[in-house]
Nanobody
Framework: QAQLVESGGGSVQSGGSLRLSCVASRYTYCMGWFRQAPGKERELVSTISSDGRTSYADSVKGRFTISQDNAKNTLYLQMDSLKPEDTAMYYC??????????????????WGQGTQVTVSS
């Protein structure tokens, strides 16, 4: 199992930036960030694998950057040029599937408790 603890959420105005952090008790090959807005399904934001490969949802490409600090067991999501439609609860996840251009979670994924991001216009 992996314990995940997110931080860094908050309220910003449109165009602003936030950096989310996720401290993991251990890394798995594929980790990432998801988000869920009220009344909507959880959606993939970004993933990163142990070999450094990254993926991004089309809606955040060019604005968000995922990274990891192995020495600190910490996963990051730098979010720039934020938009009101980025408002959601953001979840760190581990033990995802990153394979053959596909990125998704299964019942074996581990989740953090979530951190709220609110972007006002």
């Amino acid at each position: 199992q992996a314990q995940l603890v997110e931080s860094g959420g908050g309220s910003v105005q449109s165009g602003g930036s936030l950096r989310l952090s996720c401290v993991a008790s251990r890394y798995t090959y594929c980790m990432g960030w998801f988000r869920q807005a009220p009344g909507k399904e959880r959606e993939l934001v970004s993933t990163i694998s142990s070999d450094g490969r990254t993926s991004y949802a089309d809606s955040v490409k060019g604005r968000f950057t995922i990274s990891q600090d192995n020495a600190k067991n910490t996963l990051y999501l730098q979010m720039d040029s934020l938009k009101p439609e980025d408002t959601a609860m953001y979840y760190c996840a581990a033990n995802l599937i990153c394979s053959g251009g596909l990125y998704y979670y299964t019942s074996r994924a581990y989740w953090g408790q979530g951190t709220q991001v609110t972007v006002s216009s």
